[in-house]
């Protein structure tokens, strides 16, 4: 939900109608200013509130989500966001190309999932597993990694856990593009299927009637 464009349609909306409501109030029912005043602000934050809550609901049936499991959504949202914000600082502190490209392509796969729920919230429960254990593993790992690489001495037991690690994450990668096939698996499931008829539609015989063209070829 495109929640600064709500709020430009809410300001839009509230603002004219409190100007109105004072007007009205001061000049037509002759009231105070300073009651006129408190009238309009308080008509214009229930016109405010009220576009929100019609807003929200018409955003919920769309996405087929109650309330309740949309703040759960917005909740573990925020959540991921942070963590993704800790996998960001640790790619600028790694210094292996190796381990840099590495880390480049996670945080696209990450990212790209995120946005995906961020736009469609009701693809969440599609990606419960990354948001619940994938993407934690791989920020744990990634910062052990940074914090590993970091150390000005390096004996085989430490560079055997870097490689380790980078191999670790190595797999959690295919993990993630599994996730995000998840998260798209209707998309290409629907896809497949207009292919299908696409390509049916093109192996379907001609219709057996000659066109004027043909049937004088014919005679």
Same mark, same amino acid.
């Given at each position: 939900?495109?929640?600064?464009?709500?709020?430009?349609?809410?300001?839009?909306?509230?603002?004219?109608?409190?100007?109105?409501?004072?007007?009205?109030?001061?000049?037509?029912?002759?009231?105070?200013?300073?009651?006129?005043?408190?009238?309009?602000?308080?008509?214009?934050?229930?016109?405010?509130?009220?576009?929100?809550?019609?807003?929200?609901?018409?955003?919920?049936?769309?996405?087929?989500?109650?309330?309740?499991?949309?703040?759960?959504?917005?909740?573990?949202?925020?959540?991921?966001?942070?963590?993704?914000?800790?996998?960001?600082?640790?790619?600028?502190?790694?210094?292996?190309?190796?381990? &840099?490209?590495?880390? @480049? =392509?996670? !945080?696209?796969?990450?990212?790209?999932? +995120? $946005?995906?729920?961020?736009?469609? %919230?009701?693809?969440?429960?599609?990606?419960?597993?990354? &948001?619940?254990?994938? @993407? =934690?593993? !791989?920020?744990?790992?990634?910062?052990? +990694? $940074?914090?590993?690489?970091?150390? %000005?001495?390096?004996?085989?037991?430490?560079?055997?856990?870097?490689?380790?690690?980078?191999?670790?994450?190595?797999?959690?990668?295919?993990?993630?593009?599994?996730?995000?096939?998840?998260?798209?698996?209707?998309?290409?499931?629907?896809?497949?299927?207009?292919?299908?008829?696409?390509?049916?539609?093109?192996?379907?015989?001609?219709?057996?009637?000659?066109?004027?063209?043909?049937?004088?070829?014919?005679?």
């Amino acid at each position: 939900m495109n929640s600064f464009f709500s709020f430009i349609t809410r300001t839009l909306v509230a603002v004219p109608a409190t100007v109105l409501i004072w007007l009205i109030s001061f000049l037509g029912f002759k009231q105070t200013f300073m009651l006129s005043s408190v009238t309009a602000i308080l008509g214009g934050a229930i016109l405010y509130f009220a576009v929100k809550w019609i807003s929200i609901s018409k955003y919920l049936k769309k996405q087929q989500l109650s309330r309740k499991e949309f703040a759960y959504i917005v909740k573990n949202l925020k959540e991921a966001k942070k963590k993704i914000g800790r996998m960001q600082r640790v790619f600028f502190h790694v210094r292996n190309i190796g381990a &840099f490209k590495q880390m @480049l =392509d996670l !945080i696209r796969l990450v990212k790209r999932i +995120y $946005a995906i729920i961020r736009k469609e %919230p009701r693809r969440f429960y599609q990606a419960e597993k990354f &948001f619940f254990y994938h @993407l =934690d593993s !791989i920020v744990e790992l990634s910062e052990k +990694y $940074a914090f590993l690489a970091a150390q %000005p001495v390096k004996n085989n037991e430490l560079l055997f856990s870097l490689k380790d690690t980078r191999n670790t994450l190595k797999e959690l990668k295919s993990t993630i593009e599994n996730d995000l096939y998840d998260v798209l698996s209707k998309d290409i499931d629907h896809l497949e299927f207009e292919l299908n008829v696409a390509k049916h539609t093109l192996q379907t015989p001609k219709d057996p009637l000659l066109d004027d063209d043909e049937r004088r070829s014919a005679k």
